[in-house]
């Protein structure tokens, strides 16, 4: 199993990133996947989650309306577009794919740093 993130980097505020996640190995339209992140010195919390088929999402009030969560299962992969960030938003930045009585993959994480 692989799952290799992208997109990453330093952006001023308001700007935009695109992370992807190129993954193998799994059976990618199987699971579910989700955007989580980690700021220094705090908890890795949830930004965003797509089902399956993709056919549902959900997201942290804190990026609703900024960022969207989607997904290629042609292409086995997923993505995390931002925009209008903000210096809260930078954090590592993991994908995770799960599926119910399957262990989870994650990403190995992308820095996402939003500053002037």
């Known amino acids: 199993v692989q799952l290799v993130e992208s997109g990453g980097g330093l952006v001023q505020p308001g700007g935009s990133l695109r992370l992807s996640c190129a993954t193998s190995?799994?059976?990618?339209?199987?699971?579910?996947m989700s955007w989580y992140r980690q700021a220094p010195g705090k908890e890795r919390e949830l930004v965003a989650g797509i089902t399956s088929a993709g056919g549902s999402t959900n997201y942290a009030d804190s990026v609703k309306g900024r960022f969207t969560i989607s997904r290629d299962n042609a292409k086995k992969t997923g993505y995390l577009q931002m925009n209008s960030l903000k210096p809260e938003d930078t954090a590592v930045y993991y994908c995770?794919?799960?599926?119910?009585?399957?262990?989870?993959?994650w990403g190995q994480g992308t820095q996402v740093t939003v500053s002037s």
């Open positions: 995770e794919f799960s599926r119910a009585g399957r262990r989870d993959y």
């Open positions: 190995g799994f059976t990618f339209s199987s699971y579910a």
